[in-house]
């Protein structure tokens, strides 16, 4: 790996990755929100919590989800686009995974708002469909079946990450991607 073009890519991946697509929406479309002050319900209690990140999940919540699904689909492509650059430019070497890691290490602290950013699901999710996309598709049906079957649809997300991890380990044989996604 040529260390010039590995520091080009951790600094542009996190650059990037802290664009807060939910902070620029919602300017754009209601510059009175506040989406720091976001407030959260609980069902159960009835007691209010503040979001603890700002992203998609906050953009549904303050804005309406149409605005919530935008910001998310941002999000995703904020990473899929410039991995799949990498990929096509530098076939042998593994700097879209270093781009992936650092773009969402920039979503989740991003210097342009004092390091209070989103949860990082969005770009992790456009990071893996621009990594592996049959396997995560496989992965996201095989995680919701198992999920359905153990009667604990909740859980479905968690479960798509280990599937993802015995695809990319057992049946590609990239052990890179399966320790990525460890």
Excluded: C
């Excluded at 754009?28 to 159960?44: E, F, I, K, Y």
């Amino acid at each position: 790996m040529n260390i010039s073009i590995l520091l080009i890519v951790v600094i542009g991946a996190y650059l990037i990755g802290s664009i807060s697509f939910a902070r620029v929406i919602a300017k754009l479309v209601n510059p009175a929100a506040d989406l720091d002050q976001a407030r959260t319900h609980v069902s159960d209690t009835g007691e209010a919590g503040t979001v603890s990140g700002i992203g998609a999940s906050t953009a549904s919540m303050v804005l309406g989800k149409k605005y919530g699904g935008i910001v998310s689909l941002l999000d995703m492509l904020k990473a899929f686009i410039p991995i799949i650059i990498l990929r096509i430019a530098f076939s042998d070497q593994p700097y879209y995974l270093v781009f992936s890691i650092f773009a969402i290490i920039g979503h989740n602290y991003p210097i342009y708002y004092r390091f209070k950013g989103g949860r990082g699901l969005s770009p992790m999710l456009g990071s893996l469909l621009a990594i592996d996309p049959l396997g995560m598709i496989i992965a996201m049906l095989a995680g919701t079946l198992l999920a359905i079957l153990i009667n604990q649809p909740h859980v479905s997300l968690i479960l798509w990450f280990p599937m993802l991890t015995i695809w990319s380990w057992l049946v590609k044989d990239d052990r890179i991607t399966a320790i990525y996604t460890i």
